[in-house]
T-cell receptor, first 111, second 114 residues
Framework: ETGVTQSPTHLIKTRGQQVTLRCSSQ?????VSWYQQALGQGPQFIFQ???????GRGNFPPRFSGLQFPNYSSELNVNALELDDSALYLC??????????FGPGTRLTVL | AQSVTQLDSHVSVSEGTPVLLRCNYS??????LFWYVQHPNKGLQLLLK??????LVKGINGFEAEFKKSETSFHLTKPSAHMSDAAEYFC????????????FGIGTKLQVIP
């Protein structure tokens, strides 16, 4: 059974650019959640996708958007990058109502 | 809204001595509580979870936690620390309902001294 995978591992962007992060969910999991973990902080919930639709969102601006595909993989898109967007972005997949399994994360640095 | 508070940002113990990482929760109903561990430059690994079954929960690597409703606590313990336990530990509460969201504490960094 393959676990949750994320790509890329690391990414460096400049202010104002756009970025796309990718996540492959664990087999049998139809729900994907995204979290932002700033340095020295706990992960903060960005949003969750279930069956290709966003069904929950945390306190993040609209420039944070996402997609979920028919195979339940997901993308996180961030437009107009700001310095404060530098963080570890974690993806978690889960079966319906089940616990979340986390990927290794993508570390984004915005210069 | 549900939340968790980790009472210590840093804990330092000597190898072979007990570990205690403290977490209090706030919830209007019976919560689902979790402890995760994060090693440097790694993702989150589930240590253990409480989902209204036994109040003493055993996890991986010798860790356990006790759910105490009267104290609204879910402290993580281990009888004897190992060097490999040095990491960041996060207490978390699952919110269920329309969607499942995990709310994390700010983390406790565990240092193990040889």
């Amino acid at each position: 059974e393959t676990g949750v995978t994320q790509s890329p591992t690391h990414l460096i962007k400049t202010r104002g650019q756009q970025v796309t992060l990718r996540c492959s969910s664990q087999s049998g999991h139809n729900t994907v959640s995204w979290y932002q973990q700033a340095l020295g902080q706990g992960p903060q919930f960005i949003f969750q996708y279930y069956r290709e639709e966003e069904n929950g969102r945390g306190n993040f601006p609209p420039r944070f958007s996402g997609l979920q595909f028919p195979n339940y993989s997901s993308e996180l898109n961030v437009n107009a990058l700001e310095l404060d967007d530098s963080a570890l972005y974690l993806c978690a997949s889960s079966p319906p109502g089940g616990e979340q399994f986390f990927g290794p994360g993508t570390r984004l640095t915005v210069l | 809204a549900q939340s968790v508070t980790q009472l210590d940002s840093h804990v330092s113990v000597s190898e072979g001595t007990p570990v205690l990482l403290r977490c209090n929760y706030s919830s209007s109903y019976s919560p689902s509580l979790f402890w995760y561990v994060q090693h440097p430059n790694k993702g989150l690994q589930l240590l253990l979870k409480y989902t209204s079954a036994a109040t003493l929960v055993k996890g991986i690597n010798g860790f356990e936690a006790e759910f105490k409703k009267s104290e609204t606590s879910f402290h993580l313990t281990k009888p004897s620390a190992h060097m490999s336990d040095a990491a960041e530990y996060f207490c978390a509460v699952y919110q269920s309902g329309g969607y499942q969201k995990v709310t994390f504490g700010i983390g406790t960094k565990l240092q193990v001294i040889p």
